[in-house]
């Protein structure tokens, strides 16, 4: 197994973040003096295994080549859903020269404030993998699950009431980077595209073929803007990361 293999880097950046609601495409959204995908290519930038990164931009996107970035960047138009944005920006880097036994680093842009050592670490643990390794969190919350049907109240807005608590044990939250090797990334996509599965990140793809994917512990600020009330606390844990 290739040990020390090339890393190329990739973020996602074409989604339309509809859960954020703004007006403005909330990679685009100004945060400590920068966008948050200007945020997430520095924090890349900062690992010594990334020297560049390809972007992963909507067809109809005119802001991302008006930007200055901290590496080189090379673009790319993603699709309808996340993982057909992957495979996009997967394809590319294949076809820029990508080696078979190299390393494929997946970041969503909507996660700025990822810590560099949660950048190195992950990546040390894929070139031991034989498949990948992720950033995750152990969930500490209790876990829910509420009833299939809400109930509408007097407004007819939606009530949603507890079915049942979910155990937690071995429960993690996936974040970005997520890294894996380049040949079995295409492998999995493309059995996800065949037989029309419904994924939200990578490992899950791996998850369906029983390959395994290591779990790298990683920083809690590493959040995911999705929300409009994220932009509050990810500008805040930015800069408590000055
Ligand atoms: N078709 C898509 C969908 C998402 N993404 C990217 O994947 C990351 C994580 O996705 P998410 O937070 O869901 O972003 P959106 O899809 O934009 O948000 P929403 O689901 O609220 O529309 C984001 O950086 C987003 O730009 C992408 O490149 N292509
Ligand atoms: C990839 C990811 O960030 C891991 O938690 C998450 O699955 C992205 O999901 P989204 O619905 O596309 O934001």
Known sequence: MNTNPQVHAMIVAAGRGSRFGASIAKQYLPIAG??????SVARLASSAYIEQCLLVIAANDSTAQTLDF????????GGAERWQSVFAGLEAIV??????????????????AVPRS????????????????????????TLKQSQSSPVPDAN?????????????????????PQVFRVSQLR???????????????????????????RLVSGSRQNIKLTYADDATLIAAILDSQR
Do not use: C, K
């Not at 949660?118 to 919350?141: C, K, Q, R, S, W």
């Open 34 to 39: 920068q966008t948050l995908l200007q945020h």
């Open 156 to 176: 007819n807005d939606e009530q949603h009431y507890a079915a049942r608590t979910i155990d937690r044990t071995d429960m993690w939250q996936a974040q970005t």
């Open 95 to 112: 076809a820029a020269g990508a080696e078979d036994s190299d390393l494929i680093l997946i970041h969503d842009a909507a996660r700025p």
């Open 187 to 213: 492998q999995v996509l493309a059995y996800v595209a065949m037989h029309q599965l419904s994924i939200t990140d990578e490992a899950s793809a791996f998850e369906y073929l029983a390959l395994p994917i």
């Open 70 to 77: 901290a590496m080189p960047i090379q673009y790319t138009t």
């Open 118 to 141: 949660d950048i190195d670490h992950v990546i040390e643990a894929a070139m031991l993998e034989p498949y990948g390794a992720i950033l995750a969190t152990p969930v500490v919350d």
